[in-house]
């Protein structure tokens, strides 16, 4: 069965403070997402990864970074936390053949 | 620009009745389509899809969507809801030029008993 888990279902992290967010999966795919979900706005990719060490901006890249060493794990960085950051996170994979996305539980990320 | 729209915010249907959630696209080159169901609190989970072939594409939980091409749409159907399909519901739609998915803003199902 198809898994995809993240570190943390809930993050409470301070204005300044670097977070990460780590997304692992089981299922050797090559290509791993970050999503950010906001009520009204959908999802809206952040970054992408089509390999290992292989990453590429999404929609808003902006504030994050992402790291992606060994294939099953893709890591979110946000650098220095800001109250806007404050969302849920997803992350997603897929195999390299197929179209469809797996998600993970998601993290709810509060920035006070 | 490629997009997808989700004209209704929240689906209203009562137990065992059909229910309809809408999605029109907008893309260059073939479309592949896609929709995903969130549960609160949880990830979203993947639905159905339609790449080719039949219109009339059948998915997971009883779920199906019909894919129309004149009217650049592909709306998600259950001849029978149940409380349970209570949810929010995506539509997403593939870049052509790249593995990236594109999403609505997605609809809340609401289904009374």
């Known amino acids: 069965d198809v898994k995809v888990t993240q570190s943390s279902r809930y993050l409470v992290k301070r204005t300044g403070e670097k977070v990460f967010l780590e997304c692992v999966q089981d299922m050797d795919h090559e290509n791993m997402f970050w999503y950010r979900q906001d009520p009204g706005l959908g999802l809206r990719l952040i970054y992408f990864s089509y390999d290992v060490k292989m990453k590429e901006k999404g929609d808003i890249p902006e504030g994050y970074s992402v790291s992606r060493e060994k294939k099953e794990r893709f890591s979110l960085i946000l650098e220095s936390a800001s109250t806007n950051q404050t969302s849920m996170y997803l992350c997603a994979s897929r195999h390299r053949d197929t179209y469809e996305q797996y998600f993970g539980p998601g993290t709810r990320l509060t920035v006070t | 620009a490629q997009s997808v729209a989700q004209p209704e915010d929240q689906v209203n249907v009562a137990e065992g009745n059909p229910l309809t959630v809408k999605c029109t696209y907008s893309?260059?080159?073939?479309?592949?389509l896609f929709w995903y169901v969130q549960y609160p609190n949880r990830g979203l989970q993947f639905l159905l899809k339609?790449?080719?072939?039949?219109?009339l594409v059948k998915g997971s939980y009883g779920f199906e969507a019909e894919f129309n091409k004149s009217q650049t749409s592909f709306h998600l159907k259950k001849p029978s809801a149940l409380v349970s399909d209570s949810a929010l519901y995506f539509c997403?739609?593939?870049?052509?030029?790249?593995?990236?998915?594109?999403f609505g803003s997605g609809t809340r199902l609401l289904v009374r008993p």
């Open positions: 997403a739609v593939r870049d052509s030029s790249s593995y990236k998915l594109i």
């Open positions: 339609y790449i080719t072939g039949d219109n």
């Open positions: 893309v260059s080159g073939n479309p592949y």
